[in-house]
């Protein structure tokens, strides 16, 4: 006569099945991922992890998930602060991150960078007829590349966002993004 209940070892595997791994998302980039805005009552950060995470609950009530969120205002993929601050981020979760998110590159699309008095500025102005270095696409994809790839070397997966519009409309801007977008896009690096 066979036993109604299954064997002891496909007990422990249900109930290991059961209980999905956490997941740790890494929130990386710039101003746009701090949340960084300015309404009537002045600058608030309201950064879009926090969405994420309510729907990442809401989707997976049984899942552990954390989401560290690092956006510096100002920060540029294409100096190296922009690497020290994802290396110490990987630094400060002994655990590691499943998911790294890195939107960046928002508003340096084609920007030029001047300085005067020992304080660097940005133009949002075309670089053509200017004598002020220019951040460039190709400045920014090797930035945005390397970061992909240090995510990548840490074991983590990688959702490369891609540059949003900006509220005032600049048709140079609009160019270079769209340029930077459709590169973005057509990358095909294992884990992205």
């Known amino acids: ?21 956490p997941l740790r998302i890494l929130c990386f980039g710039d101003s746009l991922t701090c949340g960084l805005s300015l309404n009537v009552h002045g600058f608030q950060e309201d950064p879009y992890s926090r969405r994420l995470e309510e729907r990442l609950r809401a989707a997976f009530p049984d899942r552990r998930i954390t989401i560290a969120t690092d956006g510096l205002p100002g920060d540029m993929v294409t100096i190296p602060s922009f690497v020290d601050r994802l290396e110490n981020a990987y630094r400060r979760c002994s ?13 340096w699309v084609n920007t030029v960078i001047g300085s005067s008095a020992n304080q660097t500025y940005l133009l949002t102005a075309p670089c053509t007829n200017s004598d002020l270095p220019c951040m460039t696409i190709p400045m920014i994809q090797a930035g945005l590349t390397s970061v992909w790839q240090f995510a990548q070397d840490h074991g983590a997966r990688v959702l490369a966002m891609t540059v949003p519009e900006l509220t005032h409309r600049y048709h140079h801007l609009d160019e270079k993004r769209n340029e930077l977008n459709q590169w973005i896009m057509s990358q095909r690096m294992d884990g992205l």
């Open 95 to 107: 655990e590691g991150f499943d998911w790294t998110i890195i939107l960046a590159g928002t508003k």
């Open 1 to 21: 006569m066979a036993s109604s209940e299954p064997p002891v070892s496909l007990l422990e595997s249900s109930t290991a099945e059961q209980t999905p791994p």
